[in-house]
């Protein structure tokens, strides 16, 4: 009979073997790569999605590394960078053709319209469901609560069609999210 106190390990899959000097590397290369993604958010609306995916990638690499203060502060920053652009890319959608800015610590200002962002198909549901978990998981609130409250009807318009399963779920936790009266039904 197995005992009760005992505590279960779990081990990572992969488990890259990095020296001291490969580490250093890759810190190189996401710093460089952090200060470029400065440069880049101007340059066009849809760097906003590709530099949150890039963020996310970065942080996965982190985990790799040994842990340390300024390695968590540095994926702590990327993950919220991530969150406001996400939910900033949703939010033009919203509202198309009035300019928008966002103002990233440590950014450049940006404005930008959301014309044609729905033919773009980044204005799914498993990009909404990628862009609020990541909000979630930094707590931050404003854009938890901008992609709370996207209509579920944009998102059907988009380029990118999905299953109703999809929509049914975003529906979810929008739903939880808003704490509204019908959100036990939708379950």
Request: glycine share 2%.
């Amino acid at each position: 009979m197995p005992e009760k106190n005992k505590k279960n390990h779990v081990e990572r899959k992969a488990e890259p073997h990095l020296t001291l000097n490969d580490v250093a590397d890759y810190q190189m290369y996401i710093n460089e790569d952090l200060d470029e993604r400065k440069e880049l958010i101007v340059i066009r609306r849809e760097n906003l999605v590709a530099l949150s995916d890039d963020a996310s990638e970065q942080v996965r690499w982190y985990t790799c590394f040994p842990s340390a203060i300024e390695t968590e502060k540095i994926g702590t920053l990327c993950l919220y960078e991530a969150s406001l652009m996400r939910a900033f890319y949703h939010q033009l959608a919203i509202k198309p053709s009035e300019p928008q800015r966002i103002q990233l610590p440590d950014y450049p200002e940006v404005t930008w319209k959301g014309e044609g962002i729905l033919k773009t198909g980044f204005i799914c549901p498993s990009m909404w469901l990628d862009a609020y978990f990541t909000s979630v998981i930094v707590r931050d609130k404003p854009s938890m609560d901008v992609l709370a409250n996207f209509p579920i009807s944009l998102m059907r318009q988009s380029s990118t069609k999905a299953g109703e399963l999809s929509y049914m779920l975003v529906d979810v936790i929008q739903s939880f999210h808003n704490r509204t009266s019908d959100y036990p039904d939708k379950l």
